[in-house]
């Protein structure tokens, strides 16, 4: 299983990032990002396959396409700026991490202004 391989990784990276940071601490940032990169290729081939399903459950409810895309691409920058943020704080810039939490959550606060439009107008409509 993946996950067995993810978890072992991620285990033996954080025992060696613990040895060599005693003595080298930017060679144990190197590993740390080298890892966390490889644990992110390895995740990121299955989302191929949530895109694939999100499309079809999507035209089956008759859904329009510009809606999806939008909540994927919501998706996508909470993921994102989640792993930049954190690789920030594993650096020790949890200033630096909190700029790219709120850089998110603006992105994802205009991108999903449309569809906010949409549901206050069809409440609006259902009201009158």
């Known amino acids: 299983m993946e996950i067995m391989q993810i978890v072992g990784l991620g285990i033996i990276g954080t025992v060696l990032i613990l040895v060599i940071r005693q003595q080298r601490p930017e ?33 089956r409810a008759n859904i329009s396409q510009l809606y999806l895309n939008t909540v994927l691409k919501i998706i996508g920058i909470a993921y ?3 792993f930049g943020a954190q690789v920030c704080k594993d650096a020790g810039e949890g200033a630096i991490a909190g700029k790219i939490e709120l ?7 205009v991108l999903a ?6 549901v206050l107008d069809t409440v609006v409509k259902l009201l009158q």
């Open 80 to 82: 994102i700026s989640e």
């Open 113 to 118: 202004i449309p569809i906010l439009i949409i």
């Open 27 to 59: 060679l144990a940032l190197q590993l740390s990002l080298v890892i966390s990169v490889i644990i992110f290729l390895i995740v990121v081939g299955k989302i191929g396959l949530i895109l694939d399903l999100f499309r079809e459950l999507a035209n």
């Open 103 to 109: 850089a998110g959550k603006i992105l994802i606060m």
